[in-house]
Structures are given as structure tokens and as C-alpha cells.
């Protein structure tokens, strides 16, 4: 299990310098023990964007926005409808809701077996993941209504 997380820790360590290169503020990977993951933050078009590395899963990666989108009591409907859409659109990312339903997270999943993302490619998970953030929040917005 230790080699594992050190291989991952490294992993986690490449992503970051490609992320550095590439011009953007990317944290030193940081070890979770609660839930077992190596987790990179990055500053990416505005946002704060998590990278999450699962040692229970070493092939699967998850690019986050949490919590970027506050839902009012009465804005689920325009939420629901608004998710649904960027589901349908957005390409790769998605978007869901936490489990009390006030908050939105946007997410990318992807498998990588060790054999290397390249800097474009992780670049394009970040991208697609603000543009279904973006997507949603624009159409969540309540509608005006006519009087």
C-alpha cells in the first residue's frame, strides 16, 4: 500500500509541474489520509480547481469545481434544469449537486494507468470542467418574470 501511495504521490507531483509550465499556480500535492487521496489545488481561468488521486482507485482521477454555485430554496427547479442541460452539452465534464441540494460541483473523470497525461491534455479536463461550471450558472440564473 505505501508504494502505491508513493507512486501516486509522484503522479500527483508530475501533475503539478505540468500544470507549473503551462503557466498556472498548481499547490504542492497534499496526502489526505481521511479519505486516502492525493489532492492538488490549482488556480485555473478564476478558479480554484482540485485534482483528487485515489489510492483505492490508482487509475482514476477526478478534476473538481466544488461548490461553485450556491442554490437558493426556491432556484432548484432553475438548478435541475439548468444540470440537465449541461449534462447534455457540456462535453466530458459534469455537473450534480451536493447531497443537501444547495451547492453545485462540476466534475471530469478520467482514467490514467501511470502512462502519462500530457500537459494539453490535463489542461483540456480543467477547461471543459470551467466551461460546464460556467454553462450551468448562466442557465441556473432565476428568469425574470413578466409582469
Not at 101 to 113: G, M
Not at 129 to 146: G, L, T, W, Y
Request: hydrophobic letters at 45%.
Amino acid at each position: 500500500m505505501q508504494a502505491l501511495k508513493t507512486t501516486l504521490g509522484a503522479r500527483a507531483t508530475s501533475y503539478q509541474h505540468l500544470l507549473q509550465e503551462a503557466g498556472y499556480r498548481a499547490q504542492d500535492p497534499q496526502w489526505d489520509a481521511d479519505t486516502n487521496t492525493w489532492d492538488i489545488l490549482v488556480k485555473f481561468e478564476g478558479a480554484s480547481l482540485l485534482i483528487v488521486l485515489d489510492l483505492d482507485d490508482a487509475d482514476f482521477v477526478r478534476v473538481l469545481l466544488p461548490n461553485f454555485y450556491r442554490i437558493t430554496p426556491g432556484g432548484l427547479d432553475d438548478a435541475m434544469v439548468a444540470l440537465d442541460l449541461a449534462n447534455k452539452k457540456c462535453k466530458c465534464a459534469k455537473v450534480y449537486l451536493n447531497a443537501a441540494c444547495d451547492n453545485a460541483v462540476a466534475a471530469v473523470e478520467f482514467l490514467d494507468r501511470g502512462d502519462g497525461c500530457s500537459g494539453a491534455t490535463l489542461l483540456r479536463y480543467l477547461a471543459m470542467v470551467v466551461n460546464a461550471a460556467k454553462f450551468f450558472a448562466h442557465r441556473a440564473e432565476p428568469r425574470q418574470q413578466d409582469n
